[in-house]
Each structure stands twice: as structure tokens, then as C-alpha cells.
């Protein structure tokens, strides 16, 4: 990795801390009293002003690691804390897999397991179910930086193996979940008996799409609310600090210049899959993707871009020669695993009957 890579992720990982906020509070202070004490009229206001932004400072951290204590009072993990390295990883697993494969659900972004809590519960009934947070999620720890789907494929291979889910798996992502178990059934075919794959991330958009400023400006986002939660100035319910430093450093292999970095470790190539069974889930067309079409010079440019996603949604289909594509409801856009989650479940469910049906 680049050395302004390696600094990037030194930065996150000191940023991670949540009793940070406190160390930096009091070298502000420190430094207005130096200055104070200088007694130089203009050093006296400054000094002061910033001994007034330290007591803030100091003030939202205290509130964010309160906050942070209560939180963790309040909502204990349901599931179990396994060791994977010197980290640990959540996994709640439910049901009963009676003779089939355990489904293990990834959902997009850097989201946590619970994000699809609601497939989760309603397959449980029927079937092993597992939610699993990847580190700097929901209630597992930050974790090592930088965070990469190569290694997070890696991880949730042994967080299950160490929560002692039993093999064979049939994973579900979605989205950049979707990209991360396709790794994980690159890595270990032995124990994935299927794969359904929610929209994937296909990263030829990433590398060869037309200019994109939504991942970079969600990277931004992530990174400023870090920051607002690192002092307590929380817009809405507290999380730790490394849950967005997490998010920064996933989403930095998105762009053509990370995607050059990684692209061996973590692409999944035509072929890669074997004869593994895949069920791929997309929309017909590009709903929820109107701004990327608005952002067109013209009728023909946007008919490229709508073909060339269109094309590059399907991709994965390749990636084994036993895949297979399926549509989603009609309407439904990228996020249709909450738009229509009895679709998702009876997709899965679909694949669960066909693999029980030809035995081990």
C-alpha cells in the first residue's frame, strides 16, 4: 500500500478511539494557558478563546462516552462475541438448519447485521439463520485498519468457524455485502453449498463508470460524523467513533485508484465459482438511479450509462457456470431488500428447497 495509505490509516485508527475527544480537549486547554500566560494582549484573547473551545470539547466528550455507556447498558448483544485474531466478532445465530445449509446474511454498505434483521427473523422459522457484524459494526470491535473486503471475507470465515456454525453456508449479500461473501465463497468453496447476491457491487462501474462523486462525498460524511460524535454532538442515536473510520477505510478501495491497489485480492473473475450455484437478484432497470442518468450531456450519453450499468449489474452471472437471474419486483430499485424483503426471503428459500432436493 501507498505510504499516504499507510498515514491515512494510522489516522483512522488513533480517530477510532472514543476517549480521544478527552486527550485533545485538554492540549487545547493546555495551549491557551500558554498563551494566556504570555500576557501579550493579543495571546490573552486568543488563550482564552481557545481554553473556551477546549471546556467544549471536553464537555462533548464527556457527553459522548455517557451516552455510549448508557447505550451499552440498554442494548446488550443478543448474539455471541467470538475471537477472531485479537478482535471480536458478533455472531447471533437462529433456527435450525434441519439436514439444509445455514444462511448467513450480509447487507450493503459497511452496515451491520441487524440492517437485515427483518429477513433474518422471518427465515429463522424455517432455517439456520445468521447475522453476522463485520468488525467496526454493530457490536464488534473496530478491528484492525485498514479495513478491506479482501480481509473482511477472511473474517467472517473465521468468526463463524470460531461461533461454530456448521458448513455448508448458502450466503446472501447484498450490495458491497454482496461483493464480500462472493470473496468468501472464492476463498473457501468447500463450505458454501450457494450464493444469492442482492446487487452486487460489480467494480467495473468503479474502475471504468462514468465520474461518480457519491462514494467520495459518503466517505466525507463518514468521516465528519466521526468526528461530531467524537464530541458529542450526536444527530441522532450515540455510536462509536470507529464505526465511520471503519466505513472511510472499506470505502476507500471504491475508486479507481483503490480498485488498482486491490483488484487481484478482490475481485471475483468470470470463472472464479466453479459450478457453485449463484442466484442473482436485480432490478430490471435503473430506478433510485435517476441522478446518475440527470447527470448526462445528452439522450445518448445517458443511454450509455444506462446500458453500461444495466450491463455491469449482471456481470456476476460468469462468475459460475451454475448462476442464474432473477428480477425483482417491478418498481423496486437497488434497495429493494427493503422494499420487498418476502421477494429476498423467497428467493432464498427457493435455493434452499433446490439444494436440500439434491442432497449432500
Given at each position: 500500500?501507498?505510504r499516504?495509505?499507510?498515514?491515512?490509516?494510522?489516522?483512522?485508527?488513533?480517530?477510532?478511539?472514543?476517549?480521544?475527544?478527552?486527550?485533545v480537549?485538554?492540549?487545547?486547554?493546555?495551549?491557551?494557558?500558554g498563551?494566556?500566560?504570555?500576557?501579550?494582549?493579543?495571546?490573552v484573547?486568543?488563550?482564552?478563546?481557545?481554553?473556551a473551545?477546549?471546556?467544549?470539547?471536553?464537555a462533548?466528550?464527556?457527553?459522548?462516552?455517557?451516552?455510549?455507556?448508557?447505550?451499552a447498558?440498554?442494548?446488550?448483544?443478543?448474539?455471541?462475541?467470538?475471537?477472531?485474531?485479537?478482535?471480536?466478532?458478533?455472531?447471533?445465530g437462529e433456527?435450525?438448519?434441519?439436514?439444509?445449509?445455514?444462511?448467513v446474511?450480509?447487507?450493503?454498505?459497511?452496515?451491520?447485521?441487524?440492517?437485515?434483521?427483518?429477513?433474518h427473523t422471518?427465515?429463522?422459522?424455517?432455517?439456520?439463520?445468521?447475522?453476522?457484524?463485520?468488525?467496526?459494526?454493530?457490536?464488534s470491535d473496530?478491528?484492525?485498519?485498514?479495513?478491506?473486503?479482501?480481509g473482511?471475507?477472511?473474517?467472517?470465515?473465521a468468526?463463524?468457524?470460531?461461533?461454530?456454525?456448521?458448513?455448508?453456508f448458502?450466503?446472501v449479500?447484498?450490495?458491497?455485502?454482496?461483493?464480500?461473501v462472493?470473496?468468501?465463497?472464492?476463498?473457501?468453496?468447500?463450505?458454501?453449498?450457494?450464493l444469492?447476491?442482492?446487487?452486487?457491487?460489480?467494480?467495473?462501474?468503479?474502475?471504468?463508470?462514468?465520474?461518480?462523486?457519491?462514494?467520495?462525498?459518503?466517505?466525507?460524511?463518514?468521516?465528519?460524523?466521526?468526528?461530531?460524535?467524537?464530541?458529542?454532538?450526536?444527530?441522532?442515536p450515540?455510536?462509536?467513533?470507529?464505526?465511520?473510520?471503519?466505513?472511510?477505510?472499506?470505502?476507500?478501495?471504491?475508486s479507481?485508484?483503490?480498485?488498482?491497489?486491490?483488484?487481484?485480492?478482490?475481485?471475483?473473475?468470470?470463472?472464479?465459482?466453479?459450478?457453485?450455484?449463484?442466484?442473482?437478484?436485480?432490478?430490471?432497470?435503473?430506478?433510485?438511479?435517476?441522478?446518475?442518468?440527470?447527470?448526462?450531456?445528452?439522450?445518448?450519453?445517458?443511454e450509455?450509462?444506462?446500458?453500461?450499468?444495466?450491463?455491469?449489474?449482471?456481470?456476476?452471472?460468469?462468475?459460475?457456470?451454475?448462476?442464474?437471474?432473477v428480477?425483482?419486483?417491478?418498481?423496486?430499485?437497488?434497495?429493494f431488500?427493503?422494499?420487498?424483503?418476502?421477494?429476498v426471503?423467497g428467493?432464498?428459500?427457493?435455493?434452499?428447497?433446490?439444494?436440500?432436493?439434491?442432497?449432500?
Amino acid at each position: 500500500m501507498r505510504r499516504d495509505g499507510r498515514v491515512a490509516d494510522s489516522l483512522l485508527a488513533l480517530l477510532s478511539r472514543d476517549w480521544l475527544g478527552a486527550p485533545v480537549a485538554v492540549l487545547v486547554v493546555g495551549v491557551g494557558v500558554g498563551l494566556v500566560g504570555s500576557r501579550a494582549a493579543w495571546a490573552v484573547v486568543l488563550g482564552g478563546l481557545a481554553v473556551a473551545v477546549g471546556a467544549l470539547l471536553a464537555a462533548g466528550s464527556a457527553r459522548h462516552l455517557v451516552l455510549l455507556a448508557r447505550k451499552a447498558r440498554a442494548s446488550p448483544p443478543p448474539g455471541r462475541l467470538v475471537d477472531v485474531g485479537d478482535h471480536r466478532m458478533h455472531v447471533l445465530g437462529e433456527g435450525e438448519a434441519d439436514g439444509g445449509p445455514t444462511v448467513v446474511w450480509m447487507p450493503g454498505g459497511h452496515a451491520p447485521g441487524a440492517e437485515f434483521r427483518e429477513l433474518h427473523t422471518m427465515l429463522a422459522g424455517s432455517s439456520r439463520s445468521v447475522l453476522v457484524d463485520r468488525l467496526g459494526t454493530g457490536w464488534s470491535d473496530v478491528g484492525p485498519f485498514p479495513r478491506t473486503t479482501a480481509g473482511e471475507a477472511e473474517e467472517l470465515l473465521a468468526a463463524l468457524e470460531a461461533a461454530g456454525e456448521r458448513a455448508p453456508f448458502v450466503f446472501v449479500g447484498h450490495s458491497f455485502g454482496g461483493l464480500l461473501v462472493a470473496n468468501a465463497a472464492r476463498r473457501r468453496a468447500d463450505l458454501v453449498a450457494g450464493l444469492v447476491l442482492l446487487d452486487p457491487t460489480p467494480l467495473e462501474v468503479i474502475a471504468f463508470g462514468p465520474p461518480n462523486g457519491q462514494l467520495a462525498a459518503m466517505r466525507r460524511g463518514f468521516l465528519l460524523t466521526a468526528v461530531r460524535q467524537l464530541f458529542g454532538a450526536h444527530r441522532g442515536p450515540a455510536d462509536r467513533v470507529g464505526q465511520g473510520c471503519a466505513a472511510v477505510s472499506a470505502f476507500a478501495e471504491l475508486s479507481p485508484s483503490g480498485l488498482a491497489r486491490v483488484g487481484w485480492e478482490t475481485v471475483v473473475y468470470d470463472g472464479d465459482l466453479g459450478d457453485l450455484p449463484l442466484v442473482l437478484a436485480v432490478p430490471r432497470d435503473l430506478t433510485g438511479g435517476e441522478a446518475v442518468l440527470a447527470a448526462a450531456r445528452d439522450a445518448a450519453e445517458a443511454e450509455r450509462i444506462s446500458r453500461f450499468y444495466l450491463r455491469s449489474r449482471v456481470r456476476y452471472l460468469a462468475a459460475s457456470t451454475a448462476a442464474r437471474l432473477v428480477y425483482t419486483p417491478e418498481g423496486t430499485g437497488h434497495d429493494f431488500p427493503s422494499e420487498a424483503p418476502e421477494f429476498v426471503v423467497g428467493v432464498v428459500e427457493g435455493l434452499l428447497r433446490e439444494l436440500r432436493a439434491a442432497g449432500p
